[in-house]
């Protein structure tokens, strides 16, 4: 193991730092933000799935609402770690094992090249995706995706699919310079996938 911070208590929940890599540029992402309250997370090599296990079932899980894979990185650019960590702590057995959230951007299954979703079934609790404008063209301009507008519907695509393998999906904003009709369509656009929709802090 390195001196990386693998885990980390945020607002009463235990969040999973498992990479730095991302596929988005996000215009108010904390990674570019030195000052963040959130500094530190940055990792200087990816921790060994086996190590982050460890490291959670050492930890008295009862202090804790959630377990959350969310870092500096999109989660799911370890996908398949990810989904492996799951299975562990579930055949774990434990009985403070709390419900295991995935924060994304929702292009998993773009990254992988296949669709995830089905594979989400049984080791996910919730999923909050970071939806973040109600249309493609200011989408593109507020996360900068690396795959360009095919980001955009792997996302909306990613949010109805997911409905029908685990049991909590949500969608969100970061309110950074939203007013508030951007804010309701956004809410619109959620109902209409038929996600719940949550209005996250900017955390500058």
């Given amino acids: 193991m390195t001196g990386d911070i693998i885990t980390y208590d945020y607002y009463g929940s235990l969040y999973i730092n498992l990479t730095n890599r991302c596929d988005c540029r996000c215009v108010f992402c904390i990674r570019d933000q030195a000052d963040s309250s959130l500094g530190g997370l940055w990792l200087q090599e990816e921790p060994k799935k086996e190590d982050v296990l460890a490291e959670i079932l050492g930890q008295d899980l009862t202090q804790y609402a959630e377990i959350v894979f969310c870092g500096y990185g999109e989660p799911t650019c370890r996908l398949d770690d990810l989904l492996w960590i799951c299975d562990r702590l579930h055949a774990?057995?434990?009985?403070?094992?709390?419900?295991?959230?995935?924060?994304?951007?929702?292009?998993a299954s773009l990254i992988c090249h296949r669709d995830v979703t089905p594979e989400l079934q049984?080791?996910?609790?919730?999923?909050?995706?970071?939806?973040?404008?109600?249309?493609?063209?200011?989408?593109?301009?507020?996360?900068?995706?690396?795959?360009?507008?095919?980001?955009?519907?792997?996302?909306?695509?990613?949010?109805?699919?997911?409905?029908?393998?685990?049991?909590?999906?949500?969608?969100?904003i970061v309110d950074y310079e939203k007013t508030p009709q951007e804010i309701e369509a956004c809410r619109h656009l959620a109902e209409s996938l038929g996600a719940i929709f949550r209005v996250r802090p900017f955390a500058g």
Avoid at 92 to 107: F, Q, V
Avoid at 124 to 136: C, E, I, Q
């Fill in 122 to 172: 049984g080791r996910l609790d919730a999923v909050s995706v970071s939806l973040n404008a109600s249309n493609a063209a200011d989408y593109l301009a507020i996360t900068r995706p690396g795959a360009g507008e095919a980001a955009w519907q792997a996302m909306l695509d990613f949010v109805r699919d997911a409905q029908n393998y685990v049991p909590k999906v949500m969608v969100s």
């Fill in 92 to 107: 774990a057995h434990r009985p403070d094992l709390p419900p295991i959230r995935l924060n994304t951007n929702g292009h």
